[in-house]
């Protein structure tokens, strides 16, 4: 372009805002008039009409700067960027560019997947919603323990009181939970299926309350309620499908539930559970029930015109007379006297059903660094794929080149750009959104992880209209960053410039400053994710390929529970473990008369199926001596005969005998995990709980005191069924620390082993012999044990391939951009290249110079890396980690092997285009 | 489907060109435009009126010579094509005698 001829600055501003073929003639046309007649004017006349002058052209633009199609249109009007053709060059795009397509794509799946199901499950967690009709009115009443700052059960007596005195809350219900056996119609023997459910015993105002009406047949009545009414259920709809087989005559059968009989009058729809995870409900008969007992959940329905405050005011006068009357009736104290006044020990109160969460600022703060991070991340992604695309748009120059000079505006072609990006993220958008959503239900089935079965109702597993609002705005922003640099670049440039180079067989398209700084990052990013990515695949792969040093295949492992309603008398918490503890002895003794049945025993749980962490501190041998060491590891409680049973051995000192139940010196085994962290001679040694949150919740301190001693007496040889610890890369500690203590039946949670030679045999005759023994008796999941770790470690599994994805989807979109680079590289500079080579230059020279750069951006990522590595290992492992000498070795290996691979893999994307690089011969890169 | 009528500056231009003599460049086109409406039109503005009134066809245009007044830069004449443009001036012409009939009395009240 010819430079401003000495025109004003202002002038020339204006012509710059014109479309570039009407620069020159424009500025012209502004001097002519500038020479001819306004530099007479005035200085500030002269000022005036100069600096108008871009705001005109710029208007002048907008309005009459694009050019109609065609001669003859009917009415001119703003064309928008895109067009059909645009879409159908999108997809075809995406067939050409295969490996681009790939790559970017599964990227692009990922993180919007990601994305969408992070935003799902964080809005269940944040903003629960019941999905009831006006469900924000069902509110649910309890008492509040003034001292301990704890819920205090309600009395049947206090909410039929309530029912009759309330008026702010109406349809108010009561419901009592627990879990039944069922058994569907016909013989147990003759292969007919029970099944432990969880069953909701609710006065027939419980239906009204929800306003849903049942699928099939009828709800609850007030009839049901009355004592000596017949034994009626209603079914959920999940329970019907996959307990019972989805029998369409169901409705008036007779099912057994636990001791009962009852006859089927209804099934609710799909997805009803209410109050929480429920599978059936069956009539709270008030008349038939000791008054004074409690253990019951009480909702209700905020009143026409109610508010919650009026509610609260009417229930806490209300709430507090009742249990006046009640406590004075059943001797217990509802208020103390403090000097004068009188104190309330028991508040009664009114919350939402789904009481909002209290979020704190700090947590808002939290939640923004998280969605900024994440966005981080997700532009980090759609930055890789931009390179990709760029690298595409590169290739296309002379095509982009040719349709600019027939007249295609630059916002044409940044259209074009677009929209060719928004195909590939709108196709990753869609995947990833069915990912995500398949994903969750699976994760909510209870497949991976069997607790999530239990989740309350309103914890929903599909995608709302909200999610996917949220898919489509990360689509819309991960097109926009996929698209925008790579457009800018493309069109920023002259187009004799682009029609030159493609004439001559190259690009005019250079990886400028930006593209060097992306590439830096990500490798840098790589080098700093992938030895912690490694490390967490390989422990997860490890917990996976390790097998269990007993042959696990040889035992059937099931829960056992007792039904509360088949337990008579007061079913207080000492009656019900009486009651398990007789039932299991009569179930063992019933089990060891099988044929094929060796040995039974129990205990809480095996390494890494059950329990959590607790805290322990290091005494000694010594008494009085406490060594101020604190540790952790998984105290089990087993039965005395569970080493012998299991078959697995004791290296050190002995197993437990009878008489270690209730021994003073609390007598343990630990597994060798634990027992090397104890030293050379771990027996004699003590260890005891200090008073933690974890320690208080398992019942092992209290608040302030530790518990009592414990001394080891035995080492017993790891299981090998369980991950690392927490330890980084410690190869010696391959298994959890654990604890066993002696313990008489029952204990909590009760898992009970049955050695036999074909488990999976026994577990339907396990059943039978149940229901003949005790139909009160619950059998939870019974399985071959090998089964059960094989799921207890499916999560792990899950991680892993995962993880393993992640870690190689890192790798590849790294490698991918690299070769990207390198590409345009080599095509930007396959002219001199040919002069180069043409004028006797050595394979090496042309290469180093070609290479030079991304070396120096492979280097420098490389070294960005390992800095921010080194730095969060030290912060990592060292903070109640292992030392700094540990942490050097950790450190070394994988950042060194991390490096090498960077280097090979950058490396190895230049391969291919450094042959082409090569191959161009002088004649055809001087061709013009 | 043939065009109906121009824009309002659209129109302007057009007869500012014909009243110039089928032809020039936007420079007087702008000052004409200016001195008639007493509202100032920059060159700027005439150039991408008649540069997009040539894409439709209704003008055509030359480049002259280099002009030293332009700081070397030629200048880009435009010619009205007449066949084009005239149906449209004339249906133009005839709805606004049309809408202006028998207003003239009231205009010429003081």
Same mark, same amino acid.
């Given at each position: 372009?010819?430079?401003?001829?000495g025109?004003?600055?202002?002038?020339?501003i204006a012509?710059?805002?014109?479309?570039?073929?009407?620069?020159e003639e424009?500025l012209?046309d502004?001097?002519?008039?500038?020479?001819?007649?306004?530099r007479?004017?005035?200085?500030?006349g002269?000022?005036?009409?100069?600096?108008?002058q871009?705001?005109?052209?710029l208007?002048?633009r907008?309005r009459?700067?694009?050019?109609?199609v065609a001669?003859g249109?009917?009415?001119?009007?703003?064309r928008?960027g895109?067009?059909?053709l645009?879409?159908k060059?999108?997809?075809?795009?995406?067939i050409?560019f295969?490996?681009?397509?790939?790559v970017?794509?599964?990227s692009?799946t990922?993180v919007?997947?990601l994305?969408a199901?992070?935003?799902h499950?964080?809005k269940?967690?944040?903003?629960?919603s019941?999905?009831?009709e006006?469900?924000?009115r069902?509110v649910r009443?309890e008492h509040f323990?003034?001292?301990?700052?704890?819920?205090?059960?309600i009395?049947?007596e206090?909410?039929?009181?309530?029912r009759?005195k309330l008026?702010?809350?109406g349809?108010?219900s009561?419901s009592r939970?627990?879990r039944?056996t069922l058994v569907?119609?016909g013989?147990?023997d003759?292969?007919?299926?029970?099944?432990?459910v969880t069953v909701a015993?609710?006065?027939?105002?419980t239906f009204p309350?929800?306003?849903?009406?049942?699928?099939?047949?009828r709800v609850?009545?007030e009839?049901?309620?009355?004592?000596g009414a017949p034994?009626?259920?209603?079914l959920?709809?999940e329970l019907?499908?996959e307990?019972?087989?989805g029998d369409?005559?169901?409705?008036?059968?007779e099912?057994q539930l636990?001791?009962?009989?009852v006859?089927v009058i209804g099934?609710?729809?799909?997805?009803?559970?209410f109050?929480?995870?429920?599978?059936a409900?069956?009539?709270?008969?008030l008349?038939?029930l000791?008054?004074f007992?409690a253990?019951?959940?009480?909702?209700g329905?905020?009143?026409p015109?109610?508010?919650l405050e009026s509610?609260?005011a009417e229930l806490s006068?209300?709430?507090?007379q009742?249990?006046?009357?009640v406590?004075r009736?059943?001797?217990?104290?509802?208020?103390a006297s403090?000097?004068d006044?009188?104190?309330?020990l028991?508040?009664s109160?009114v919350l939402r059903?789904?009481?909002p969460?209290d979020i704190a600022?700090?947590?808002l703060?939290?939640i923004?660094?998280?969605v900024?991070?994440f966005l981080?991340g997700?532009?980090?992604?759609?930055t890789?794929?931009?390179?990709?695309v760029?690298?595409?748009?590169?290739?296309?120059?002379?095509?982009?080149?040719i349709?600019t000079a027939?007249?295609?505006s630059?916002?044409?072609i940044a259209?074009?750009?677009f929209?060719e990006?928004?195909v590939?993220?709108?196709?990753?958008?869609?995947?990833?959104?069915?990912?995500a959503q398949?994903?969750?239900?699976y994760?909510m089935s209870g497949?991976?992880?069997?607790?999530t079965?239990?989740?309350p109702?309103?914890?929903?597993?599909?995608?709302d209209?909200g999610?996917v609002l949220?898919?489509?705005?990360l689509a819309a922003?991960?097109?926009?960053?996929?698209?925008?640099?790579?457009?800018v670049?493309a069109?920023?440039g002259?187009?004799?410039e682009?029609?030159?180079?493609?004439s001559?067989?190259g690009?005019s398209l250079?990886?400028g400053?930006v593209?060097s700084?992306?590439?830096v990052f990500q490798?840098?990013?790589?080098v700093l994710c992938?030895?912690?990515g490694?490390?967490f695949?390989?422990?997860?792969?490890r917990a996976q390929?390790?097998?269990?040093s007993f042959p696990?295949?040889?035992?059937?492992a099931?829960?056992?529970?007792v039904d509360?309603?088949?337990?008579v008398?007061?079913?207080?918490?000492?009656?019900?473990?009486l009651?398990?503890?007789?039932?299991?002895?009569?179930?063992?003794r019933?089990?060891?008369?099988?044929?094929?049945?060796?040995a039974?025993?129990?205990?809480?749980g095996?390494p890494?199926?059950?329990g959590?962490y607790a805290?322990?501190?290091?005494g000694?041998?010594a008494p009085n001596s406490?060594?101020t060491v604190?540790?952790?590891?998984?105290?089990v409680?087993v039965d005395?005969?569970?080493?012998?049973?299991?078959g697995?051995a004791?290296?050190?000192?002995?197993a437990?005998?009878p008489a270690?139940?209730?021994?003073?010196?609390g007598p343990?085994?630990?597994?060798?995990s634990?027992a090397k962290?104890?030293?050379e001679?771990?027996?004699?040694a003590?260890v005891?709980?200090?008073p933690?949150?974890a320690n208080?919740?398992?019942g092992?301190?209290?608040?302030n005191?530790?518990?009592?001693?414990f001394?080891?007496v035995g080492?017993?040889?790891?299981?090998?069924?369980?991950?690392?610890?927490p330890?980084?890369?410690g190869?010696a500690?391959?298994e959890?620390r654990?604890?066993?203590?002696?313990?008489?039946p029952?204990?909590?949670?009760?898992r009970?082993y049955?050695k036999?030679?074909?488990?999976a045999?026994l577990?339907p005759r396990l059943r039978?012999?149940?229901?003949r023994?005790?139909?009160?008796?619950?059998?939870?999941?019974?399985?071959?044990?090998?089964v059960?770790?094989?799921?207890s470690?499916?999560?792990e599994?899950?991680?892993?391939?995962?993880g393993?994805?992640?870690v190689?989807?890192?790798v590849?979109?790294?490698?991918a951009?690299?070769f990207?680079l390198?590409?345009?590289?080599?095509a930007?500079?396959t002219?001199?290249?040919?002069?180069?080579i043409a004028i006797g230059a050595?394979r090496?020279?042309?290469l180093s110079?070609l290479?030079?750069?991304v070396?120096?951006?492979?280097?420098a990522g490389?070294l960005?890396g390992?800095?921010?590595?080194?730095?969060?290992?030290?912060?990592?492992l060292?903070d109640?980690?292992?030392g700094i000498?540990?942490?050097t070795e950790?450190?070394?290996g994988?950042?060194l092997?991390v490096a090498?691979?960077?280097?090979?893999?950058?490396?190895s994307?230049?391969?291919?285009?450094?042959?082409r690089?090569?191959?161009?011969t002088?004649?055809e890169?001087?061709?013009? | 489907?043939?065009?109906?009528?121009?824009?309002?500056l659209?129109e302007?231009?057009?007869?500012?060109l014909?009243?110039?003599?089928?032809e020039?460049?936007a420079? %007087? &086109?702008?000052?004409?435009?200016?001195?008639? =409406?007493g509202?100032? @039109?920059?060159?700027?503005?005439?150039?991408?009126?008649?540069r997009?009134l040539?894409?439709q066809g209704?003008?055509?245009?030359?480049?002259g010579?280099p002009d %030293? &007044?332009?700081?070397g830069r030629p200048r880009? =004449?435009?010619r009205v @094509?007449?066949k084009a443009?005239?149906?449209i001036?004339?249906?133009?012409r005839?709805?606004?005698l049309?809408l202006?009939e028998?207003l003239?009395?009231?205009?010429?009240?003081?």
């Amino acid at each position: 372009m010819r430079a401003g001829g000495g025109a004003p600055l202002p002038l020339r501003i204006a012509a710059r805002l014109l479309p570039a073929d009407a620069r020159e003639e424009v500025l012209g046309d502004l001097l002519e008039k500038w020479v001819g007649e306004v530099r007479q004017r005035p200085w500030l006349g002269r000022l005036l009409w100069a600096w108008r002058q871009p705001w005109i052209a710029l208007l002048a633009r907008l309005r009459y700067g694009h050019r109609p199609v065609a001669r003859g249109a009917r009415f001119t009007r703003v064309r928008p960027g895109f067009s059909l053709l645009d879409w159908k060059l999108g997809f075809r795009m995406l067939i050409k560019f295969p490996v681009l397509s790939l790559v970017g794509g599964v990227s692009l799946t990922t993180v919007i997947g990601l994305g969408a199901g992070a935003y799902h499950l964080t809005k269940q967690f944040l903003w629960p919603s019941l999905g009831l009709e006006e469900g924000d009115r069902i509110v649910r009443l309890e008492h509040f323990d003034v001292a301990s700052r704890t819920g205090r059960e309600i009395r049947l007596e206090e909410f039929v009181a309530w029912r009759e005195k309330l008026t702010q809350v109406g349809e108010l219900s009561a419901s009592r939970t627990s879990r039944r056996t069922l058994v569907a119609p016909g013989s147990v023997d003759g292969g007919v299926r029970s099944a432990v459910v969880t069953v909701a015993t609710v006065t027939a105002s419980t239906f009204p309350l929800t306003r849903v009406r049942p699928w099939r047949g009828r709800v609850l009545t007030e009839a049901d309620e009355r004592a000596g009414a017949p034994d009626v259920i209603v079914l959920g709809h999940e329970l019907w499908q996959e307990q019972l087989g989805g029998d369409a005559n169901i409705l008036g059968r007779e099912l057994q539930l636990g001791r009962e009989r009852v006859t089927v009058i209804g099934i609710m729809p799909e997805g009803f559970a209410f109050p929480s995870s429920n599978d059936a409900w069956t009539p709270l008969r008030l008349g038939e029930l000791d008054p004074f007992s409690a253990g019951i959940a009480v909702f209700g329905r905020l009143a026409p015109g109610a508010s919650l405050e009026s509610a609260r005011a009417e229930l806490s006068a209300v709430g507090g007379q009742t249990a006046a009357e009640v406590a004075r009736r059943s001797g217990e104290l509802t208020t103390a006297s403090t000097g004068d006044s009188v104190q309330p020990l028991v508040q009664s109160r009114v919350l939402r059903f789904l009481e909002p969460r209290d979020i704190a600022f700090g947590d808002l703060l939290g939640i923004a660094f998280g969605v900024f991070l994440f966005l981080l991340g997700v532009a980090a992604v759609c930055t890789s794929v931009a390179t990709l695309v760029f690298a595409r748009t590169a290739m296309r120059e002379s095509e982009i080149a040719i349709r600019t000079a027939l007249g295609a505006s630059r916002g044409r072609i940044a259209g074009q750009l677009f929209v060719e990006a928004l195909v590939l993220v709108l196709i990753a958008a869609g995947v990833g959104l069915g990912v995500a959503q398949w994903a969750i239900k699976y994760w909510m089935s209870g497949a991976i992880d069997p607790s999530t079965e239990t989740l309350p109702f309103w914890r929903r597993d599909s995608f709302d209209l909200g999610t996917v609002l949220v898919t489509v705005g990360l689509a819309a922003f991960g097109a926009t960053v996929v698209a925008l640099l790579p457009a800018v670049k493309a069109t920023g440039g002259s187009m004799s410039e682009s029609l030159k180079s493609t004439s001559a067989g190259g690009s005019s398209l250079r990886f400028g400053g930006v593209w060097s700084v992306i590439i830096v990052f990500q490798v840098a990013m790589t080098v700093l994710c992938l030895p912690f990515g490694v490390g967490f695949v390989r422990d997860n792969w490890r917990a996976q390929l390790a097998g269990a040093s007993f042959p696990a295949e040889r035992y059937l492992a099931f829960g056992l529970a007792v039904d509360p309603s088949s337990v008579v008398g007061p079913q207080t918490p000492r009656a019900l473990s009486l009651e398990l503890a007789e039932r299991y002895e009569a179930l063992s003794r019933g089990l060891e008369g099988e044929p094929g049945v060796e040995a039974v025993t129990f205990g809480t749980g095996l390494p890494g199926m059950v329990g959590s962490y607790a805290d322990f501190e290091l005494g000694s041998s010594a008494p009085n001596s406490v060594q101020t060491v604190r540790t952790w590891a998984r105290p089990v409680s087993v039965d005395v005969r569970y080493f012998d049973v299991m078959g697995l051995a004791i290296v050190a000192g002995r197993a437990f005998t009878p008489a270690d139940l209730g021994a003073t010196n609390g007598p343990i085994v630990i597994n060798e995990s634990f027992a090397k962290e104890l030293g050379e001679n771990p027996l004699g040694a003590r260890v005891r709980a200090p008073p933690t949150n974890a320690n208080v919740r398992r019942g092992l301190s209290t608040e302030n005191e530790p518990g009592p001693w414990f001394e080891v007496v035995g080492v017993v040889r790891d299981m090998g069924t369980a991950a690392t610890g927490p330890d980084l890369g410690g190869a010696a500690n391959v298994e959890d620390r654990m604890t066993f203590h002696p313990a008489a039946p029952p204990v909590s949670p009760f898992r009970v082993y049955v050695k036999t030679a074909e488990p999976a045999e026994l577990a339907p005759r396990l059943r039978a012999m149940a229901a003949r023994v005790d139909p009160g008796i619950l059998l939870i999941d019974p399985m071959p044990l090998d089964v059960a770790i094989d799921q207890s470690h499916r999560l792990e599994l899950i991680t892993a391939l995962a993880g393993s994805g992640g870690v190689f989807l890192c790798v590849l979109l790294c490698s991918a951009s690299l070769f990207a680079l390198m590409a345009v590289a080599v095509a930007g500079r396959t002219r001199e290249m040919g002069i180069r080579i043409a004028i006797g230059a050595g394979r090496p020279t042309v290469l180093s110079a070609l290479f030079g750069r991304v070396l120096l951006q492979l280097g420098a990522g490389t070294l960005v890396g390992s800095v921010l590595f080194v730095g969060m290992a030290v912060i990592v492992l060292t903070d109640g980690g292992p030392g700094i000498g540990q942490l050097t070795e950790y450190v070394s290996g994988p950042l060194l092997m991390v490096a090498l691979v960077m280097m090979l893999v950058g490396l190895s994307a230049c391969v291919v285009p450094a042959r082409r690089a090569l191959r161009i011969t002088p004649v055809e890169a001087l061709r013009d | 489907m043939a065009r109906e009528r121009f824009g309002e500056l659209e129109e302007r231009v057009i007869l500012s060109l014909l009243q110039l003599g089928g032809e020039s460049h936007a420079v %007087p &086109v702008a000052e004409r435009l200016t001195r008639v =409406t007493g509202r100032e @039109v920059s060159p700027a503005t005439a150039f991408m009126v008649m540069r997009r009134l040539e894409a439709q066809g209704f003008l055509t245009s030359s480049v002259g010579e280099p002009d %030293p &007044v332009r700081g070397g830069r030629p200048r880009r =004449t435009y010619r009205v @094509v007449k066949k084009a443009i005239l149906p449209i001036l004339r249906e133009s012409r005839r709805e606004m005698l049309a809408l202006w009939e028998g207003l003239q009395p009231m205009l010429d009240k003081p």
